[in-house]
């Protein structure tokens, strides 16, 4: 007997499976607040050398000068006709007070007494706390990197921890370390403390995002696994968009960290009410917990009657695995180890393109906030298009075909000029719609790609992969210095040759989920003339 048999019988979509994504919404909110946040804390506003040192010497006459006329003698400036960032004159230049060149000539030494910066838009970041700029810029992208190295690490040891002992114990893992840590990075007194905060941070995170969706995928039925998918991804869209309106309202890093942090309190209250996977208890033989979970499913979608027919000894039929599984079994048999293999370049393509331009909102003529709102917002139409498309033409289609769209509209923006600015952000914006319509489809077909009993071990493995392509995409865009135009050339590249390989993997549309690796290396035929009925089953 099936695990898709019994489901349709106590309800494969009903208020138990809303109650699910409901009890979920939050921390996939706070998701993206944490994954993008880097964006407003990390900020660099428009700042110079601070020349409160340099006429020391001058026998009082720098001090009788206006302020203006003190930039003008202590700071270069550049051809726009604004101070320098990063250099300042290595003593007071008067004579430019009567000729009024800009001192391009004037030797010129890096920034003595730290820098002066614009609050205007910024009360506090980390770029202003630390001095993260000039020499030390890197550091701001760096910060990113060791966040999403934390989720890398966390992907491969939930993924390992929630096939091993559930969903529901180690979801209540990830957020006591996400709350834990995250609060804590709100107190960081140094760059080197807040980097590994961080970094536990988003080991923590990594959890919650891979468990639910797993979680629920595996409690709905067949017809609607897409449903759940999209509604689960538009979640995160509602997460991204107040993050831009949160960060506008609160402009210091510390009070921001806190204040995306702080929903997943309640999150943990809920905690209590999220059901363990029944296909995870009875893939492990924990047949009366998974009845117990069951039954509490047929009454919520009032199918009592139904729930009864299915006793221990029907459940206990389910085939279980004789053995624990581990990531080794992603790679030991030839159409899995295929399959491991295709889903992490996919998975790291996606990630690594939705990142490099979810990372990089500047540019385009409009405040960061706006850029960031208007990304964000995109994001619910292409999840509502993709839904139609994913049962339309099917998941593989969807998946390469997203993909390639966003590398197009990527390489088209390289060749856009740059007076150009409104129709630069309008083909961005359509790119940044796209990559999250790839990402909506990778997480739900990669859930219906691998087998029940390593399913977590594989969102693990891919995860890993995707948080390798999120890791990177900070550092690809430092290439900029090298060559404006490097980044988007490599994150196009990307995209398009992991959207050419989604096109090597099987369709799952319409398809079970498979329970055993027997499934995917010795999969059953199905004729053309079968297919799914309401009630569950083939026929």
């Not at 039954?295 to 004789?322: M, Y």
């Amino acid at each position: 007997m099936m695990f898709e048999n019994i489901l349709e019988e106590v309800g494969g979509f009903g208020p138990f499976q809303i109650g699910i994504v409901v009890l979920l919404c939050v921390p996939r909110i706070v998701l993206p607040c944490h994954f993008l946040l880097n964006n407003f804390i990390a900020a660099s506003p428009p700042h110079r050398c601070d020349i409160g040192t340099l006429g020391a010497g001058g026998g009082g006459l720098f001090g009788n000068l206006t302020g203006e006329q003190r930039l003008t003698v202590g700071l270069p400036l550049r051809e726009d006709g604004a101070p320098k960032s990063c250099e300042m004159f290595a003593e007071p230049q008067f004579q430019l007070l009567a000729n009024g060149s800009a001192g391009a000539d004037l030797p010129t030494v890096p920034c003595r007494s730290g820098w002066v910066y614009d609050n205007s838009t910024f009360a506090a970041t980390l770029t202003t706390e630390w001095d993260l700029v000039c020499d030390r810029k890197s550091l701001i992208q760096t910060t990113s990197s060791i966040f999403f190295l934390g989720l890398m690490i966390g992907a491969v040891t939930f993924g390992f921890l929630c096939d091993k002992y559930g969903r529901k114990k180690t979801l209540l893992a990830s957020y006591v370390i996400s709350i834990a840590f995250g609060f804590a990075s709100a107190f960081a007194n140094s760059y080197v403390a807040f980097a590994v905060l961080r970094f536990i941070t988003g080991f923590g995170l990594t959890g919650i995002s891979i468990n639910a969706v797993v979680l629920g995928i595996e409690w709905v039925d067949t017809r609607h696994r897409s449903c759940i998918g999209v509604i689960g991804g538009l979640s995160w869209s509602v997460g991204n968009m107040l993050l831009a309106g949160l960060a506008f309202m609160v402009n210091d890093w510390r009070t921001l960290i806190m204040v995306v942090t702080a929903p997943l309190g309640f999150a943990v209250l809920t905690w209590w009410w999220i059901p363990e996977s029944a296909r995870w208890l009875l893939a492990h033989g924990k047949v009366e917990n998974a009845q117990f979970y069951l039954d509490k499913c047929a009454k919520f979608n009032k199918r009592q009657k139904v729930a009864s027919k299915f006793k221990l000894e029907t459940l206990s039929n389910i085939e279980k695995p004789d053995k624990s599984y581990n990531y080794l079994h992603l790679v030991k048999t030839p159409k899995m180890r295929r399959l491991t293999l295709l889903t992490g370049i996919v998975w790291f393509g996606v990630a690594s393109t939705y990142y490099g331009i979810s990372l990089n909102i500047g540019g385009f003529g409009l405040n960061i906030y706006l850029t960031h709102f208007i990304y964000a917002a995109v994001e619910v139409p292409a999840k509502l298009l993709i839904y139609v498309f994913l049962n339309l033409v099917g998941r593989k289609k969807c998946q390469a075909g997203t993909l390639l769209l966003t590398g197009t509209c990527i390489v088209a923006n390289i060749f856009i000029p740059q007076g150009l600015w409104h129709v630069r952000a309008v083909v961005a914006v359509v790119g940044k719609g796209l990559s999250e319509a790839s990402f909506t489809t990778v997480f739900l077909y990669t859930t219906e790609l691998y087998p029940t009993v390593v399913r977590q071990n594989a969102l693990g493995f891919n995860n890993f992969m995707s948080r390798l392509g999120v890791s990177v995409a900070p550092l690809i865009l430092l290439l900029e210095d090298v060559w404006p135009v490097l980044p988007q050339v490599i994150i196009c590249s990307v995209a398009i040759v992991s959207g050419l390989v989604a096109l090597l993997l099987p369709e799952t549309m319409d398809a079970r989920l498979p329970e055993s690796i027997d499934d995917i290396e010795k999969p059953r035929s199905v004729k053309k003339k079968e297919r799914w009925t309401p009630r569950g089953g083939i026929k």
